[in-house]
């Protein structure tokens, strides 16, 4: 049984059904999308039922008839019914499991982090696939697991020799069987407290991830994980900083001194390849760099093609991605800045002065930082969406000194933004919505392509 008719829940159905198992897919929710999903299932001897609530008795019934139950990360690991269904023995999974199981022997690149996951996800495996080793990315990316493995599986080429997988907080709690051969953790911040509560219960799940991998990559610049550097038996640790101190007696295996990237292995200092060989602005992305060049080092390659490799990266859709130059500003989309700490990355990265484009559906987290960073670079902030009420008194109230304007959706707020970075002088016009995008759209890239129409359309 599969709970859930997204993405990666059709995506573990057909994986699981190609495998040569009976499956049922339920979905509390009825739409005219969901019917056609539901029929494209269907046509393929899938089991669909729509607008069936989480209901136990019936579940309980089904799973004894189906065996486990597989769950996508939009559905609360804690919701009762789960729970209920864990204490009868039911055994329960996320939509990774059967993606885990059915790539073996195929390692993981796991990637995990509040930030920079997704980044450093396309840079391992842009980095991999430019050596000539195929190393396709999956997971909380836009392609499933299921579906990549699945698609694999069925054609002439089979598995690839290594899998980038993006995972989130969300799908680690709900996997606890998969062990990565390579784990990279980018950064933790305060993010999803909603879902999971608290910031200890946060990090506890994204460090399971990094416990269970084989090789464990950590950012030592990140201030969370530096912290507890000393809680951790072995790991690799990178820093985009001169200084290569992490702890007392901790030194990073990776750093950059005098414009170089540098390798410490078996006592030899190794100088590995240019530091500005990633062209993507802001010293949070030289820590990305670093994380998927020692993912890359682990993979057996060497720092010339590396830096070869880096120099031809197109970037990352909707992270810090140059739309155009239009009448002397610059549009950047950065939809992918879902909380106040990657919002606020994107501000110390940008050159100012800016218009800045927030608003959405907000989440739990501190917005001081952010504030902070949007009075010293962003001359304007133009707000939208469910967010705008509240994120207009937290400028008000923290004292912000730009101009701050409300409307219902990007439809008004970048032809807004266009006029006042003109009438501002201002260089550039950033979305960075430091918000999730549900309040008006499926998911954040949906929030950024529509950006990206609206601002090619000027």
């Given at each position: 049984?599969?709970?859930g008719?997204?993405?990666?829940?059709?995506g573990a159905?057909?994986l699981?059904?190609?495998?040569?198992?009976a499956?049922?897919?339920?979905?509390?929710n009825?739409?005219?999308?969901?019917e056609?999903?539901a029929?494209q299932?269907?046509e393929?001897?899938?089991?669909v039922?729509?607008?069936?609530?989480?209901d136990?008795a019936?579940i309980l019934t089904?799973?004894q008839?189906?065996?486990?139950?597989?769950v996508?990360?939009g559905i609360?690991?804690?919701?009762?019914e789960l729970?209920?269904?864990r204490?009868a023995?039911?055994?329960?999974?996320?939509e990774?499991?059967?993606?885990?199981?059915a790539?073996?022997?195929?390692?993981?690149?796991?990637?995990t982090?509040?930030?920079?996951?997704t980044?450093?996800?396309?840079?391992v495996?842009h980095?991999?696939?430019?050596?000539?080793?195929?190393?396709?990315?999956?997971?909380?990316?836009?392609?499933s697991a299921?579906?990549l493995v699945?698609?694999?599986?069925?054609?002439?080429?089979?598995?690839?020799p290594?899998?980038v997988v993006?995972?989130?907080?969300?799908q680690i709690?709900?996997?606890?069987?998969?062990?990565?051969r390579?784990?990279?953790?980018t950064t933790?911040?305060?993010?999803?407290?909603?879902?999971?509560g608290?910031?200890?219960?946060?990090?506890?799940?994204k460090?399971s991830?990094?416990?269970?991998?084989?090789?464990?990559l950590?950012?030592?610049?990140?201030?969370?994980?530096r912290?507890?550097?000393?809680?951790w038996?072995r790991?690799v640790?990178v820093?985009a900083?001169?200084?290569?101190?992490?702890?007392p007696?901790?030194?990073?295996d990776l750093?950059?001194?005098?414009g170089?990237?540098?390798?410490?292995?078996?006592?030899?200092?190794?100088?590995?390849?240019?530091?500005?060989?990633l062209?993507m602005?802001?010293?949070h992305?030289?820590?990305?760099m670093?994380l998927?060049?020692?993912?890359?080092?682990?993979?057996?390659?060497d720092?010339a093609?590396?830096?070869?490799?880096?120099?031809?990266?197109?970037?990352?859709p909707?992270?810090?991605?140059?739309?155009r130059?239009?009448?002397?500003?610059?549009?950047?989309?950065?939809?992918?800045a879902t909380?106040?700490d990657?919002a606020?990355?994107?501000?110390r990265?940008?050159?100012?002065?800016?218009v800045?484009?927030?608003?959405?559906?907000?989440?739990?987290?501190?917005?001081?930082?952010?504030i902070?960073?949007?009075?010293?670079?962003?001359?304007?902030?133009?707000?939208?969406?469910?967010?705008?009420?509240?994120f207009a008194?937290?400028l008000?109230d923290?004292?912000?000194?730009?101009?701050?304007?409300?409307?219902?959706?990007?439809?008004?707020a970048?032809?807004?933004?266009?006029?006042?970075?003109r009438a501002?002088?201002c260089?550039?016009?950033?979305?960075?919505?430091?918000c999730?995008?549900?309040?008006?759209y499926?998911?954040?890239?949906?929030?950024?392509?529509h950006?990206?129409h609206?601002?090619?359309?000027?």
């Amino acid at each position: 049984m599969v709970i859930g008719l997204g993405r990666s829940g059709i995506g573990a159905a057909r994986l699981l059904q190609a495998q040569g198992h009976a499956v049922c897919v339920l979905e509390s929710n009825r739409s005219p999308a969901l019917e056609q999903r539901a029929s494209q299932l269907r046509e393929a001897g899938i089991t669909v039922r729509l607008g069936t609530p989480l209901d136990h008795a019936m579940i309980l019934t089904l799973a004894q008839r189906l065996g486990p139950v597989v769950v996508s990360p939009g559905i609360r690991w804690d919701h009762p019914e789960l729970a209920s269904l864990r204490h009868a023995g039911v055994a329960v999974q996320g939509e990774l499991v059967p993606a885990w199981q059915a790539s073996h022997p195929t390692p993981w690149i796991g990637i995990t982090g509040t930030n920079g996951k997704t980044t450093v996800t396309h840079l391992v495996s842009h980095l991999l696939c430019s050596a000539g080793i195929e190393a396709p990315m999956a997971g909380n990316v836009g392609f499933s697991a299921a579906e990549l493995v699945l698609e694999r599986r069925q054609s002439d080429a089979g598995l690839p020799p290594w899998l980038v997988v993006e995972i989130s907080s969300y799908q680690i709690e709900a996997c606890p069987q998969i062990a990565p051969r390579i784990g990279i953790w980018t950064t933790l911040t305060p993010d999803h407290l909603e879902r999971h509560g608290s910031l200890d219960a946060y990090r506890a799940i994204k460090r399971s991830l990094l416990e269970r991998s084989t090789t464990r990559l950590l950012n030592g610049d990140d201030p969370d994980l530096r912290s507890r550097a000393s809680s951790w038996d072995r790991a690799v640790w990178v820093t985009a900083s001169a200084e290569r101190q992490i702890a007392p007696g901790l030194e990073a295996d990776l750093w950059i001194e005098n414009g170089r990237v540098w390798l410490e292995r078996a006592g030899d200092r190794i100088d590995l390849l240019a530091a500005d060989a990633l062209a993507m602005p802001g010293e949070h992305n030289r820590q990305n760099m670093l994380l998927a060049v020692a993912a890359g080092l682990e993979a057996g390659l060497d720092g010339a093609a590396m830096e070869q490799a880096l120099r031809q990266f197109p970037g990352v859709p909707h992270r810090l991605e140059r739309i155009r130059s239009h009448a002397g500003v610059v549009y950047f989309n950065d939809s992918k800045a879902t909380n106040y700490d990657a919002a606020e990355v994107a501000l110390r990265a940008v050159d100012g002065p800016l218009v800045v484009l927030a608003g959405g559906q907000a989440k739990i987290g501190d917005a001081t930082g952010w504030i902070e960073a949007l009075a010293r670079k962003a001359r304007a902030v133009v707000l939208y969406g469910e967010a705008r009420e509240r994120f207009a008194a937290l400028l008000q109230d923290a004292g912000y000194p730009g101009r701050v304007e409300s409307c219902a959706g990007l439809d008004e707020a970048v032809p807004l933004a266009a006029q006042c970075a003109r009438a501002l002088s201002c260089q550039a016009v950033l979305l960075s919505p430091a918000c999730a995008s549900f309040d008006q759209y499926a998911d954040f890239e949906a929030r950024g392509d529509h950006f990206r129409h609206l601002v090619e359309a000027l």
